[in-house]
């Protein structure tokens, strides 16, 4: 199939770990990408080729891929982390793009 | 630093073609895939296509009876048509940049533009 699916919501204690998950039968050939959102603004890359952070991006963000599902874990999540995040890859053929749904996050 | 920025109408009327531009400053614009991305209002994003900067382009299947992606590399653009909009075409539209070697990681993105359409 050609679709990513995530979870709408997930929420996490200050300071405690999250993780956000991203499923699709591409990603057991692709690689999934990260990015987050925060309202009003343009999507910024955190996670790419499964586990890179672009220059700028905290360590405690990281990424893994298992079979199918892809994940983002954010390790001691701080409040300036609430927000969307979207996984992307490709979709089954290769040639296209494919965004996730994406999952608001809040920190409590 | 890489800077995009999209520009175009704001308001679009149904059936007609929707057209923005997006400039790229402070970087190299050859060798590179630039791509439009769109987000209807409160819901996700959405791939519309990309383009190298030889011109060659792919699309979403979804739209591709509709879109057309050009590329002006005398003066570091590229542009999207959307033809026949309608309502569910209301969206920000964002321009970005593919990472090198990458085919759907996006690296810098434009600030967006919402484009209404409605009569």
């Known amino acids: 199939s050609s679709e990513l699916t995530q979870d709408p919501a997930v929420s996490v204690a200050l300071g405690q770990t999250v993780r956000i998950t991203c499923q699709g039968d591409s990603l057991r050939r692709y690689y999934a990408s990260w990015y987050q959102q925060k309202p009003g603004q343009a999507p910024i890359l955190v996670i790419y080729?499964?586990?890179s952070r672009p220059s700028g991006i905290p360590d405690r963000f990281s990424g893994s891929s298992s079979g199918n599902t892809a994940s983002l874990t954010i390790t001691g999540a701080q409040a300036e982390d609430e927000a969307d995040y979207y996984c992307?890859?490709?979709?089954?053929?290769?040639?296209?793009?494919?965004f996730g749904g994406g999952t608001k996050l809040t920190v409590l | 630093q890489v800077q995009l920025q999209e520009s175009g109408p704001g308001l679009v009327k149904p059936s007609e073609t929707l057209s923005l531009t997006c400039t790229v400053s402070?970087?190299?614009?050859?060798?590179?895939?630039w791509s439009w991305i769109r987000q209807p209002p409160g819901k996700g994003l959405e791939w519309i296509g990309y383009?190298?900067?030889?011109?060659?382009?792919i699309y979403n299947p979804s739209l591709k009876s509709r879109v057309t992606i050009s590329i002006d590399t005398s003066n570091n653009q590229f542009s999207l048509n959307l033809s026949s909009v309608t309502a569910a075409d209301t969206a920000v539209y964002y321009c970005?940049?593919?990472?090198?070697?990458?085919?759907?990681?996006?690296?810098?993105w434009g600030q967006g533009t919402l484009v209404t359409v409605s009569s």
């Open positions: 402070g970087g190299s614009f050859s060798r590179y895939y």
């Open positions: 383009i190298y900067s030889s011109g060659s382009t």
């Open positions: 992307n890859s490709r979709d089954s053929s290769g040639n296209h793009v494919i």
């Open positions: 970005a940049r593919v990472l090198a070697g990458t085919w759907a990681d996006f690296d810098y």
């Open positions: 080729d499964k586990n």
